[in-house]
Each structure stands twice: as C-alpha cells, then as structure tokens.
Nanobody, 130 residues
Framework: QLQLVESGGGLVRSGESLRVSCTAS????????ISWFRQAPGKEREAVSC????????HYTDSVKGRFTTSRDNAKNTVYLQMNSLRPEDTATYSC???????????????????????WGKGTLVTVSS
C-alpha cells in the first residue's frame, strides 16, 4: 500500500555533501517509521539510519554518526538523508524502506532487519571519489 522513490544520488568528491530524498505515495505514510539502507557491490546491505514519526526519534549506525542526518517532512511525504563529509567507503546504492518495524537503536546496530521491511524503493546511487 506504499510506494517509495529515492532521488538525489550522484557523483561527489571526498569531503563533499549530498542529500538524498525518499518520497512516498499511497496510504498511511505517517504511520510508518522509515529506514535508510545502503549496499555496495560485494558487501552486505546495512542499515544507515531510521526515523520514527518525528525528527526526535532518529538512530544512526556508528560509521555515519556525526556526518549524516535523517529528517522527515510528513506534509510532503518525504524523508531525507543529508550526508556530509562523505568518504569513498560511503559509495553505495541508498534505498529507503518501510514496514512493520519501529525505529530503534537495534535497527541500525543489529544485522538482519532488512527482511522485515515490506516496502522498498529502487535505490539511488551515491559515488564518492577519492
């Protein structure tokens, strides 16, 4: 009942910034907590961040803490991921996901949560050159 579309990916240099967006259509966007995942070729998919119903409930994986910021604008049915101080190791396809999963520290610190999400965007590619 929910469709997610990411946008904003591209090629940037190490140290630069980029903002990717996840825009939802369908029913019940405000009821879902949203997570950002990323996957690089040859590596497992990992949770980057998640956000609850407001900007006050946000969690980040350790590798992006202090550099990335997730926020949401429910009026626009959009969740954002602001990425600062980008590093080559951040290169990946970034996808947003929603499902019967509430945002908590466990989502970003414990592997295996991806299988619990029902709705996924196709992803947007972020490439960081060194």
């Amino acid at each position: 009942q929910l469709q997610l579309v990411e946008s904003g990916g591209g090629l940037v240099r190490s140290g630069e910034s980029l903002r990717v967006s996840c825009t939802a259509s369908g029913f019940g966007f405000n009821s879902y907590h949203i997570s950002w995942f990323r996957q690089a070729p040859g590596k497992e998919r990992e949770a980057v961040s998640c956000i609850g119903s407001t900007d006050e409930n946000v969690h980040y994986t350790d590798s992006v803490k202090g550099r990335f910021t997730t926020s949401r604008d429910n009026a626009k049915n959009t969740v954002y991921l602001q990425m600062n101080s980008l590093r080559p190791e951040d290169t990946a396809t970034y996808s947003c996901a929603a499902g019967a999963v509430q945002c908590s520290e466990s989502v970003v610190s414990t592997p295996g949560w991806a299988s619990w999400y029902d709705f996924w965007g196709k992803g947007t590619l972020v490439t960081v050159s060194s």
